[in-house]
């Protein structure tokens, strides 16, 4: 089924306090609906900065603010959303076929992403209107 905005939405994690700090654990098909195949994470971002502009074929990916805050603006070619991630207890589920952009980086933000696959530059679509007919024929 073709994926959609709607889709992506945000995920209360889990925060074990104590009064040393916190600890959120995220482990694959428990706390995300998708295992995990590769962390990365984006940091020292100049301020005005954007990130993404692109989309992927089969990647679903959960985005947390490890640090700071930054905007998510999501599109499936018709709906778009925008988001702002500033709590490292919260993440953003993306599913596949969908649109992103990043910016709006607070100054120290990091940008963690958990994705299902390792790295493939096949699966990325970087041309909006290469999206758009990807979208088109799915
Ligand atoms: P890209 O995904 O385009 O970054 P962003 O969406 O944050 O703007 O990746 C930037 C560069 O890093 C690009 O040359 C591909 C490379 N890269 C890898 O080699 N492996 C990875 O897992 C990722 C995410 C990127």
């Known amino acids: 089924m ?3 905005v709607h889709d992506c939405v945000i995920l209360p994690l889990n925060k ?9 654990i995220i482990e ?3 706390n995300i609906p998708f295992d995990l195949k590769r962390v990365y994470y984006l940091y020292d971002i100049p301020s005005g900065e954007a990130r993404g502009g692109h989309a ?12 700071g805050s930054f ?3 999501l599109t499936d070619g018709e709906n778009k959303k925008h988001i702002s991630l500033n709590r490292p207890d919260y993440g953003l ?9 990043l910016s709006e980086f607070s100054s120290g933000a990091i940008c963690l992403v958990l994705a299902s696959h390792k790295y ?12 758009l007919s990807f979208r088109r024929k799915s």
Request: no cysteine; proline share 2%; glycine share 8%.
């Open 120 to 131: 493939s530059e096949d699966d990325y679509l970087r041309e909006y209107k290469e999206f």
């Open 93 to 101: 589920l993306v599913v596949p076929g969908i649109w992103r952009e």
């Open 71 to 73: 905007d998510i603006l």
């Open 16 to 24: 074990i306090h104590n009064r040393a700090g916190n600890i959120t």
């Open 56 to 67: 992927h074929k089969d990647l679903y990916q959960l985005i947390v603010a490890a640090g």
């Open 2 to 4: 073709i994926s959609s």
């Open 28 to 30: 694959g098909q428990r």
